[in-house]
């Protein structure tokens, strides 16, 4: 009877549904550590890797031409293959700098043989195999109950609980109060059908970070599948039963390695999967609000303010949302242009949570972006190639008006506004001479002043 009440328990906890239990409840889990094959060869042009072992993940690594275009196939009887796929690039591993370029981590399903091609020669390129190998663990889960008030914590997976191997942890835990909360994707695989196959995907991921790319623990701080279930990453310290919080016992959170530059006094928190394409599902969004709340009232984050933010460490500082995503901080298409377009709502929704009043409005910005510099024009067949230097602004820019006129001094109308720092102009007269001047907008709407004026003529 006892067993059949802690099966069902155990069942609960990692559903995500209320449980109450006035102690941390044992189960016996089948975990078992990541098992890794390391085959490596010299790639012309197409290559067949064997395994000894079927792979559930495969990732591809290597030294040298890091913009090669690289593709992958998988085979579970080394005759028939998949069709190729591209292997991406990790964003974690983009973020190495040394010398190697990682691609994203790609559900094998069993293969044993992974066919590589590449548009340039690769002299030295490692195909990894990643698998469950065998094993019993007994853990304890935590008394994980369902959050009653909107911003209490949400229950969390623990790293015992999804199988995370202490042995790959290399790296000593350090922690700074946090002011930022960043969102990632995983970059992987979509099709996980439950939460076990959930689980043996960050297990390949933990890997992949910690040992692979050598940042001797998992990047993130907390992971986000699409069943709703919330992961603890990052290691901070052991809870004695509690629900893992990803912080010290003072309440700093511990510093993760998902943003370069950025990672300490910060909170990454990865969605299961790739979003360029389609958006993370209803629970895991709910979910993802719900954690970003908890955070965000503890650590008194104001969830729909841009805020100047000093890394506690390096002193560097930078202006973004206090609720971002990685390609906020650095050059990457993280998390998905689909994902990134919800934001704004989830800042939204996660300011509701927390409460039913919004918080007052900030101080209105009067301080307007600095004029574009280093415009330039060049003309083309009835066309006119505009580029030029970045604004600077005390919040941020949001965009840019291009203007052009027949004339250099009057006549100037708008023709466009973009978000990018160079635009071509087309379907121009042939032989004529166009000016144009560029100006930034910040997102409170102020107005910048004009670049210099520019002239160009078509052919």
Request: some cysteine; aromatic content about 8%.
């Amino acid at each position: 009877m006892r067993h059949v009440l802690r099966s069902a328990l155990l069942c609960l906890v990692l559903a995500g549904l209320t449980v109450v239990s006035p102690t941390p409840s044992l189960a016996v889990n089948h975990v078992s550590p990541t098992a890794a094959e390391h085959v490596t060869a010299v790639v012309a042009r197409t290559h067949t890797f064997q395994l000894d072992h079927h792979a559930a993940h495969v990732a591809t690594y290597w030294r040298g031409n890091p913009g090669a275009h690289v593709t992958v196939a998988f085979s579970n009887d080394g005759v028939h293959f998949t069709d190729a796929v591209p292997a991406g690039r990790d964003e974690l591993g983009a973020e190495r700098d040394n010398g190697v370029t990682y691609s994203a981590l790609r559900s094998a399903h069993g293969a044993v043989a992974v066919r590589v091609s590449t548009d340039r020669p690769l002299a030295h390129l490692t195909v990894l195999g990643l698998r469950d190998g065998t094993g019993r663990t007994t853990v304890a889960l935590a008394d994980a109950s369902a959050a009653e008030a909107s911003t209490d914590q949400p229950p969390v997976v623990s790293r015992a609980a999804w199988g995370a191997d202490p042995a790959l942890m290399t790296w000593a835990p350090q922690f700074y109060p946090t002011r930022k909360l960043i969102v990632h994707h995983t970059d992987t695989s979509n099709d996980y059908t439950d939460q076990a196959g959930a689980e043996a995907q960050i297990r390949s991921i933990y890997y992949y970070h910690s040992v692979t790319q050598g940042w001797g623990d998992i990047g993130y701080n907390f992971l986000i599948d699409k069943f709703g279930n919330i992961y603890e990453g990052r290691y901070s310290r052991d809870y004695a039963g509690g629900n893992p919080s990803g912080d010290d016992a003072a309440g700093n959170g511990v510093t993760g390695a998902h943003t370069s530059g950025w990672n300490s006094g910060t909170v990454g928190i990865a969605m299961l999967g790739t979003f360029t394409s389609q958006d993370v599902t209803p629970a895991a969004r709910d979910a993802l609000e719900a954690l970003l709340a908890w955070e965000a009232s503890r650590n008194n984050i104001d969830p729909q303010a841009t805020q100047q933010f000093v890394n506690p460490v390096s002193g560097a500082t930078t202006t973004t949302a206090n609720i971002a995503s990685h390609r906020d901080y650095a050059a990457t298409l993280c998390p998905g242009d689909t994902f990134y377009a919800t934001l704004p709502g989830i800042r939204s929704d996660v300011a509701a949570r927390m409460s039913p009043t919004p918080p007052p409005p900030p101080p209105a910005d009067t301080t307007a972006p600095t004029a574009p510099t280093q415009l330039t024009a060049t003309g083309g067949k009835n066309r006119v190639s505009l580029a030029w230097s970045a604004a600077s602004d005390d919040v941020a820019v949001a965009d840019y008006q291009v203007w052009r006129s027949k004339s250099s001094t009057t006549g100037f109308t708008k023709v466009t506004t973009t978000t990018s720092l160079s635009w071509t102009d087309t379907s121009l007269a042939r032989r004529t001479t166009y000016y144009y001047r560029v100006r930034a907008r910040d997102a409170a709407g102020n107005l910048g002043a004009f670049s210099a004026t520019k002239s160009a003529r078509t052919t």
